[in-house]
């Protein structure tokens, strides 16, 4: 099969020729039909994952139809068209158990532990505890975003933040987590304002249904937002989201940092704020986010802004991100 393949933390990857994938005893090998850029993948490429070790195939958030299944899976066959959050949970651990495998102690992550998707195959782990069918109509570019950027949104604004119609929520980054938290808070019935430095993201969020976008340094201290969501992965933006809180409102943090934030300890205590973590989805947890998707009320494809085969992958997962932009590799493009 051709691949992507990192040899060298910064350094342009190459696409080359490597065996087809075997499935695990209890895992698959998809075709790939789709795959996005994220920009946890950047943080694979550049070394800051202490997990990542090289040469790797990366990508986590991919839809393809499963080609081989290994002798213990029960649940997929071949044929099925599926997705997988990027988080595969053991399915044997008792977070596993209780439907919590996003934080599984023993999860693998592809493009992480293991070869991702930025290939024609991938090998996906424990099929019967992860994988999730997908309905044959649904575009593959805006399906592979759901397995980790809508996931990671959808989860974040309604199980963590619990969003309800009428809350003002505010979006810190207009990166793919970011837009994608605008689409799901939009349809809760929130109030979504957006801060991003950049021009471009802050008009891809008011097209993608936020009421207001602002450069973050024009964010007001205590703004009165029950939620913020903080996809920027940026120290500075944590502590403006915090500042910009209402009394007892709640900060959840998705954006992965590379530098520890200051965080506002005293004004936490005296305004009773809420600072959660968020880390992905659940496979168990699908099914709202699904029937959103089949029922037409949220189309990840409407993120999508470009397209590329696998030869132009290297060098988009390479380039500084644009704002605004969601990249999707299609194998067969």
Known sequence: MRAVVITEFGAEPAVVERPDPAPDPDGVVVAVEATGLCASDRFAWRGHDDGVVLPLVPGHELAGRVVAVGPEVRRVAVGDRVLTPFVEGCGRCAECAAGQAQVCPDQSQPGFTHDGSFA??????HADTNLIGLPEGLDAGGAALLGCRVATAHRAVVARARVRAG??????GAGGVG???????GLLGAEVVVADPAPAARERALALGAVHALDPAELPGDGGFAVAIEAAGRPESLTAGLGAL?????LVQVGLLTAAPVVPVPAMIARELAVLGSHGMAAADYPALMELVTSGRLDPARLVTRRVGLDEAPAALAAAPVPGEVVVVEPGR
Do not use: I, K, N, S
Request: hydrophobic letters at 60%; glycine letters at 4%; zero cysteines.
């Open 120 to 125: 024609e195959y991938v090998a996906l782990r």
């Open 167 to 172: 809350d003002r929520v505010l979006v810190l």
């Open 179 to 185: 837009l994608a938290a605008v689409l799901v808070a």
């Open 246 to 250: 209402r009394r007892q409102g709640t």
